[in-house]
Each structure stands twice: as C-alpha cells, then as structure tokens.
C-alpha cells in the first residue's frame, strides 16, 4: 500500500470516510435475488473487489493489499423501504456502520421497488448503493469500479491486481522487509524532502512574480463547522447538466453557484468574509495511489450580485486552484510522502486530534464532483436513471455536496448533520429556487 493510501486507511479510525456510490435503475424486471447473485459473480471478477488490507505488526511498513474473496454477505438486500424518502433515510443510517478494510473493504446495499424517485415518471426504482472504503479508491476509481459492477454486458476474465503478492509472504516477512526498508527510505526522505523544500521555493517565487496565483486563506468557521456527532440526513436534488453548465460554464462552477446561493440564503449566521467550499481536484499525472487528488478551498463570492460575474470569479478561483495543483510542488511533495515511514506516518494519524477546532477553515463546506459516465449501464433488465454520491462529514464539516452525474441527468447530493444543520428540507428547497 502506498504511503497515501495508508493514511488514508489509518485516518478512517478516526474520521469515517467510506464513500457510497448510488445508482437507480427503472424498468428492473429480475428479482433482487437474482441481481444480487449476479454483483457477487460480477465481482469476483473485478480485481479491486478482490481486496483487502493486512496490516503489519508494530506498523513497521505500511499495510498490504491481500486478495480476499466476495462473500454473499456483501451484497445486502435491505427489504421494506418502498419509497424515495425511505431509502434516502435507511441509507443515511447505515452510514454508522462503518467498513473494516482489514475484513471487508467494500459493500453493496439494494433497495428493491423504490417508489417517488424524483423526475422517474411514477415508475419504481431499484437502488444499488456501492460503500467502498476510501483507501481502496478515490472518487474516479471508485466510478470506474462501480461502472464494472452496475452493468450487464460481459465482464473480462478475472484481473489480477499488480499491487498484490502472489503469495502470503507472513506477517513476520512483512515486518522483516518494513525494517529492512527503513534506511533506504531515512535517506530517501531526506534527499525527496529537500526538493520539496526548494521546489516550495520556486512556487513562492512564482507567487511572487505574479506567474502563480496565490492561495487564498481559510476562512472563519461559519455554524455549520462543529463537530456532526452520529447521525446523518440525506437530500438529493436533480437537474440537467445543461443547466448547470448555463449558470456556470460547467459542471462543477454552476453547482458552486447553486451551492453558495443556497448556503448563503439558509445560514442565520454568517461568517465574516466570504462562505467557501473545499473542492476535491484531481492530480495531474499518473496515479501513483489509489487516492489521486487534493483538495482546495475555492470562495463562492455570494456578495457579487451578478450571477455572471459572480460564476467568473468562482471559475477563476477554480482555475487557479488547479493550476496550483499542476505545479511541481506537488509532486515533489508526493514523492516525499511516499519515503516518510510507516511508524512515523502513523504516529503522526495516532497522534491527530479530532477535538481541536481550529479558527479558520478551508471550506464551510465540502463539495465533490465527479461525472460518471454515459446512461448505459444496467441491473436486472431496466436502465440506469440516476447516480448520486455523499461525500463524508468531517469534525469542522457538518454539511457536505456531492455533485455526480451519468448521462444529462446531474444529482447534487446533500449530506447534513441534524444536530448541526437545522431544516435540511427548506435548505434543499434553496437549492432548488437557486437551480431556477
């Protein structure tokens, strides 16, 4: 496991961070049986699914992938939620119940004859949700895994997985080669981190020359960043990406709009300065990890009172954000976490305090976007209607927004806090009036 991917894991101890995928599908004509055994034969034949983590004793080297088989018990039919609301709410209470990668690092959950779907002309709807955990796949790793499982056409023959041994080389090994791995990388961590050093030389340097943008501070903590406590609600709100794309140019900017109307409209109490979202952005360059991404705290300028100026200024941050990303900096960084120790990197998740809130943030809320592709997949004989994603809550982030598309038809998702986030409904409803 890389050294990305560890962290990822040993953090989810302390902040959850599973990730569900939702897929509904009208027009089904197989029973939830049938398509259940046919996503545990899907599976056995998708390589990621055929995983899962094996730590090493002492956490003397990072943990390793190992191949485990897919057991029935991981496709879940939940029985007797007949309605959108229903599924939505059972949902949002089985987020509690949390993966242990070491056992089981993904589940499915199915919700047969879902009636009430939004823009489903009346017609029932079988829900597939995906839970997989964040160390396995990020957002597009994971839509790419879950477009393999949510399909029936022909899978390939079994994949083997390159970052799995062939072999069961022993907790003792495992240990006996992170041991033997720890000089090497003291003297790597020292070579990568002083080019790291000078390569934050350069991104200042750029700032400073006016060739870079400069990042913008966090922001002041705004109600909705206290800790969520366990309880979780659910809203999905539907759209075209065509509409999205009028508000903002594309996508993800017309969501941000959207999102910041909303937000700004719904709060009672308002930070001082500007409401800010943090935006999940992939990495340029090959994947070295399974997680390939960064975050960014983009403003959402909801004081420009000019939908058009004010989609600009949000695409310009964006844009700058990304082009922050590209930056060789990050690279470099990357390459120096990949020589960090794995004792070393975790004690330092160990040593990190969840109950430590700290004056600014990066976002008051989260916003992830990820397209998932054409409206051609299929379970069980009916069509792929929609496809949401519910990006997790943090301690500082009581209310989250993904924004997932398949086909034209864009969900923008909403994950709350009720201890936190007061009337998710009427903050749903904002959302649509920003929608227009």
Known sequence: MTATDAQTHWMSAKIPNDQFLLFGFVGVREPIERIAADLEERASAIADLRLRVREVPATLDHPYWVAAPVTADQIRIHRGVSDWGRCLADLAGRMGDHLDATTQAWRVHLYDAVEGAPRADGATMVVAVLQIAHALADGSRATRIARQLFDSRPIAPPETASSVPSFDIGSTLMAGLGVARLP?????????????????????????????????????????????????????????????????????????????????????????????????????????????????GVALHVDEADPTRRAAAIRADLAAARRRTDHRLVEAESAAMRSVPATLLHWGVRSFDTAVVPELVTGHTVVSSVHRGAADLSIGGGTVHVTA??????????????????????????????????DLDGYRDRVVDALG
Do not use: C, W, Y
């Not at 924004?403 to 969900?411: E, K, L, M, P, Q």
């Open 389 to 422: 994603g519910f990006p997790a809550l943090s301690p500082v982030q009581s209310l989250t927004h993904g924004v997932h598309g398949i086909g034209d038809i864009v969900a923008i998702s909403i994950t709350a806090s009720p201890d936190v986030v007061s």
């Open 184 to 296: 090497l990388q003291l003297v790597s961590l020292m070579a990568r981190g002083r080019r790291a050093h000078l390569a934050h030389r350069d991104l200042e340097r750029d700032i400073a020359a006016g060739d870079l943008p400069s990042p913008q501070p966090g922001g002041p903590r705004a109600p909705i960043n206290a800790a969520p406590g366990e309880r979780r609600e659910l809203r999905v709100v539907l759209t075209s990406a065509q509409r999205l794309r009028d508000l903002g140019g594309s996508v993800t900017v017309g969501a941000l709009v959207v999102i910041g109307e909303a937000l700004d409209r719904h709060l009672a109490v308002r930070p001082d300065g500007d409401l800010r979202a943090e935006v999940t952005i992939a990495k340029s360059g090959p994947a070295r990890a399974r997680n390939h991404f960064r975050n960014a």
